[in-house]
């Protein structure tokens, strides 16, 4: 018979052994980051000079919102979302030198030049008037989107407290001002005498905008956070909720996927228009996750980009596309587990936390990988961010992989080092040096204060989810206390070796105010990427590229005819969907889209961006793929030199002069 400490040793073996795998695996994911000298180095490529962003004066501000009685305890988490920015071409100049800015200050959605460039046009303020509104409600983002055809870029508002307004343009050239809008419902709503809304009480933190059915137009995909509840309401009855779940949330507000139908433009004393049919394109069953951002990418080939759904509570979803004309409808595909992957690390099982969603080419194979950003807060939620890498051979490898439910995506965040960085946000990939490799910058941060709470988020995020539903259950989040406050931005730069390294510090970009929203433009077309974010409670900031080192470049304005009439207006609308894949002389193979806005608050402008990288100057060669304003679809290789180019997308692609 055993002595009784051999006894204790042998009960004890199959500790030590999960002990000595915990510590090996460990090791094995926390790869050696890039020295000091390493990053010195690195940071040389890029260079970024702040410049304010000029805003109205006189906007009164606070420091956080008013809520419901039910959330009073917590409504520092309540205030925590709602910073974002978008840039594009809005005043019909030919550069996406224009911003519009939600700034949780003030509440308001701002409208305003882009430092340093033409823009002759004052900064304003867009709301919704004469179209009902209330005090409990906020807005959440902008989204650029020509939604009528008629060449302008009209904006996408959404809210907490009722559904999106749609800031129509009028054709019109001339400095901006808010007269050169027509707020409209993007749902029709019942006419209110007393100017108070009453409609649904959507509360929406991503919109995406895409051709999703294939007829030549933008479709809008509307996914809400919390239930259509009174959220923001200091004096509406407590019958909110939270989520039931942090895994396997149901119960949040729902998607919502609108078919374009119709669309006029202004003429005489005629309103621009547009109309929109809510669809059934998503199983319910998938589609009241706690969605915080959202992103469309074509995998197959068809031109029908296929949808995924970062969500905050509940699995992230993604769909193929699988819509005809008229009928837009999406399937739920799903990554393969392997022998050795953690579930949370496949694509549709994550535990919970996807706070935002980027498709681009990050492998530099011609393929669209995508960058989900999370909760990595060291000793505090840590899981990591989620970088799928495409593993189909080829569009046609994707497509059969996805029509038998599966997803073509391996997880390799830990491998590139891009795994950890703090409580996530938005984040968006570009060539900020012109190499013809993508960075990737990614906001930061939840509620900054004085008292760190995170211990308390960290035990309701371990107890019973029967708890979690109540909001009496969630922990004090009240200003003055801190969660995650003083994480920074992050600016991820490849090393060289498939991994990357955080270069934020060396940037200058290291400011400890949480960030939200990012968004990214060549804002004066001297062919380097400029960056902005937008700060929750804290001023935006304008970074421009001032790098004197960046390579060559082409970059793509990509139009379709107008669809609508339109005097002395832009030169087209932009070829939603369009993909191009551009191959320089060596081989090297990149794909970039025209992104009709995805993310969680930030948006990027239209432009289709590629750095050359060793290339240099050297002519390349560029396959568009497209669908015209009929939804024909066309392919077509064109040879182009370095620099700006406009092209016209008809049945041919033509370069005109904008």
């Given at each position: 018979m055993p002595s009784q400490p051999v006894g204790v040793l042998r009960r004890l073996i199959p500790a030590f052994a999960v002990l000595v795998l915990i510590v090996g695996f460990y090791g094995?994911?926390?790869?050696?980051?890039?020295?000091?000298?390493?990053?010195a180095s690195m940071a040389k490529r890029y260079q970024f000079t702040e410049m304010p962003i000029a805003l109205p004066p006189g906007l009164p501000m606070k420091t956080v919102r008013e809520v419901n009685p039910a959330y009073e305890h917590i409504k520092s988490w309540i205030s925590s979302v709602g910073a974002a920015i978008a840039v594009n071409d809005l005043d019909g100049g030919g550069v996406a030198n224009d911003i519009c800015l939600v700034d949780t200050r003030t509440d308001s959605v701002v409208v305003t030049p882009a430092p340093g460039s033409t823009g002759t046009y004052q900064p304003f303020v867009l709301t919704p008037s004469p179209l009902p509104s209330g005090p409990a409600i906020a807005p959440m983002g902008c989204t650029p989107a020509d939604l009528n055809g008629d060449g302008w870029n009209d904006l996408i508002v959404y809210y907490w407290g009722r559904t999106p307004v749609l800031f129509l343009k009028k054709p019109e050239p001339g400095p901006l001002s808010a007269a050169s809008y027509t707020p409209t419902e993007l749902v029709p709503q019942a006419v209110t005498t007393d100017g108070l809304y009453?409609?649904?009480?959507?509360?929406?933190?991503?919109?995406?905008?895409?051709d999703f059915d294939g007829d030549g137009h933008p479709d809008v995909g509307?996914?809400?956070?919390?239930p259509e509840t009174q959220v923001l309401d200091p004096h509406a009855p407590p019958n909110v909720s939270m989520n039931h779940s942090m895994s396997h949330a149901r119960n949040a507000g729902g998607a919502h996927v609108l078919r374009w139908t119709g669309a006029t433009g202004a003429t005489g004393a005629t309103q621009p228009s547009v109309q929109f049919q809510e669809q059934p394109?998503?199983?319910?069953?998938?589609?009241?996750?706690?969605?915080?951002?959202?992103?469309?990418?074509?995998?197959?080939?068809?031109?029908l980009p296929e949808l995924y759904l970062a969500n905050d509570f509940g699995h992230d979803r993604f769909f193929r596309n699988v819509s005809t004309r008229g009928n837009i409808k999406f399937d739920l595909v799903e990554g393969e587990r392997g022998a050795f992957d953690p579930k949370s690390l496949v694509m549709g099982h994550d535990s919970f936390k996807g706070m935002s969603i980027e498709f681009g080419d990050l492998s530099g194979n011609g393929r669209f990988d995508a960058f989900v950003s999370n909760i990595t807060e060291s000793w505090g939620l840590e899981e990591s961010n989620l970088v799928w890498r495409n593993t189909a051979a080829s569009p046609e490898d994707a497509k059969a992989s996805m029509a038998k439910g599966v997803a073509p995506y391996k997880n390799v965040a830990a491998e590139t080092n891009?795994?950890?960085?703090?409580?996530?946000?938005?984040?968006?990939?570009?060539?900020?040096?012109?190499?013809?490799?993508?960075?990737?910058?990614?906001?930061?941060?939840f509620v900054k204060g004085e008292i760190n709470r995170f211990n308390w988020l960290q035990e309701l995020a371990m107890s019973n989810d029967l708890m979690l539903q109540n909001p009496e259950m969630w922990p004090k989040a009240v200003p003055g206390d801190d969660i995650a406050g003083e994480n920074e931005l992050a600016f991820w730069a490849p090393e060289g070796n498939g991994r990357y390294a955080n270069l934020n510090a060396e940037l200058g970009l290291a400011v400890p105010i949480p960030t939200r929203g990012v968004g990214v433009a060549d804002v004066d077309g001297d062919g380097g990427q400029d960056l902005m974010v937008a700060r929750q409670w804290g001023e935006p900031a304008f970074y421009k590229n001032t790098a004197g080192n960046r390579g060559a470049y082409v970059g793509l304005r990509l139009y379709r005819p107008a669809t609508t009439e339109s005097t002395d207006g832009p030169i087209g609308t932009p070829a939603y969907g369009a993909v191009v894949r551009l191959t320089t002389a060596d081989g090297h193979t990149q794909l970039a889209q025209l992104d009709g806005g995805g993310g969680h608050s930030g948006k990027r402008s239209f432009d289709v961006f590629f750095g050359l990288g060793e290339q240099g100057s050297q002519p390349v060669k560029a396959e568009i793929s497209w669908r015209d304003t009929s939804g024909a679809t066309h392919r077509q290789t064109v040879q182009l030199t370095s620099g700006w180019h406009d092209l016209m997308l008809t049945d041919q692609a033509r370069e005109v002069t904008a």
């Open positions: 094995a994911a926390r790869l050696p980051e890039a020295s000091a000298d390493t990053r009453r409609g649904p009480l959507w509360n929406t933190n991503a919109v995406a905008v895409a509307v996914f809400n956070y919390f394109a998503i199983d319910p069953a998938y589609a009241s996750g706690w969605t915080l951002a959202s992103a469309s990418a074509d995998l197959d080939g068809d031109l891009l795994a950890w960085v703090g409580w996530g946000w938005d984040a968006k990939m570009a060539d900020f040096d012109n190499s013809g490799h993508l960075a990737v910058v990614q906001a930061c941060g």
